[in-house]
């Protein structure tokens, strides 16, 4: 009987049991380049704490540099404030990719791409905190950073960074047409996948932009991709 | 000195304290009317509850009935087994409406509407669980569940219908250009809004449909949404 070769770099299996996906698992990946890629299409992320045993979630603006996941807020917030504490923390990031109509209601499913961590959040302290809200308006907008006014001494106090380590993410994917039971197939229903896309559109100027600032480069790539 | 009238319907005020937006409280809505408004745009919502003190966010898809949000899943998911006990829940559904650019990196933000709702989910009991699950197919897609197969005997007793009551629902929403501090206002950097859209797009058929379906009509006016 031939050996099954192992996979080379890619981390095949889950890095804890509360990572592993357990519903259809062959949609589970466990490497980073498919969790970083998830992460990098998306820039709202679902954040679930415990707070006086309620669970919350809130959505946030989220980066990802390295093997971490970064969001800032205000240091009132009670996120910021719960999760600096380092409370137990998960995190979900999701991208609608269709609806998949199948020929049986069992069989209807959506496309989509999603990472969820767990993990405690750290908090990034002020010797790193600059150059990290630097790095989020970057990856956006390269080149933006020398454009604006940055944080003022009240600003930067007020604002809070934190981030999450990804050693505990796993991705779970859904692709492609749907699949119906074999008895199924004769059934004279249309089915198929109505991709949902997203995208950026065509910017929209303050009306109080003074005149001659044409728009920026970075601005432009964005709307294209 | 003049009495100032109340609001004739819409809820002004935040259900419970949980509930109340805390930061940038002036985004915050309570009517019914927005909170529905912002549902029925989304199709995938954010499920937050606890599982061995562990909070647990997962993504899944939902439809609102009434004051209630749906939701379904397999009866072995982790997600069904802990809300049908009626553990402590958190639900939210964000929509990304457009990145905020402003003149100084603090004011930088978002557009966006999102509903955040707490509470316990409850059983969709049986007698009332096909027809649940046969509105969340005609919602979307009217007509579609005369064409395709119904649930059998034992996909309808694999599929577990919850839903979560909306009376401790808030909205919260942002829209439209920044808002600088006046003594940013002569920075020469771009400012406005880049939108956000999404939309669904050109269906494409299942490489196994026979010939001659035609695509329905619901999928039309899908798309040209």
């Known amino acids: ?20 996906v357990k519903r ?11 969790v970083h890629a998830v992460l990098d299409a998306g820039h709202v992320c679902h954040i679930a704490f415990s707070q006086d045993g309620q669970p919350v979630v809130i ?15 205000s240091t009132k917030s009670r996120m910021a404030m719960a999760l ?32 969820v961590a767990f993990g405690q959040f750290e908090l990034v302290p002020d010797a790193h905190k600059m150059a990290a809200l630097e790095a989020f ?8 950073w020398a454009e604006i006014r940055g944080p003022n001494k009240q600003e930067f106090k007020a604002t809070m960074v934190l981030r999450l380590s990804l ?11 749907p699949k119906d039971d074999a008895e199924d197939m004769a059934i004279p229903a249309w089915a198929g996948v ?8 065509k910017p929209e ?21």
Chains 1, 2 share one sequence.
């Open 84 to 115: 600096v504490r380092g409370v137990p923390a998960c995190v979900a990031v999701t991208l609608l990719d269709g609806l998949v109509f199948a020929r049986s209601a069992f069989h209807h499913s959506m496309n989509y791409r999603s990472v």
């Open 24 to 34: 259809v698992p062959d949609r589970g990946h466990y490497d980073r380049e498919t």
């Open 194 to 201: 109505l991709p949902f896309r997203t995208g950026f559109e």
């Open 137 to 144: 308006t970057e990856k956006l907008a390269p080149g933006r």
């Open 59 to 73: 959505p946030t603006a989220y980066w990802r540099e390295g093997d971490y996941l970064y969001v800032h807020g």
């Open 167 to 177: 050693n505990e993410a796993s991705a779970k994917i859904r692709r492609g047409p």
């Open 205 to 225: 100027p303050d009306p109080q932009l003074a005149a001659g600032i044409a728009l920026p480069g970075y601005l432009k790539t964005l709307t294209r991709r």
């Open 1 to 20: 009987m031939p050996t099954i070769p192992r996979l080379p770099s890619a981390k095949s299996a889950a890095p804890s049991t509360r990572s592993r």
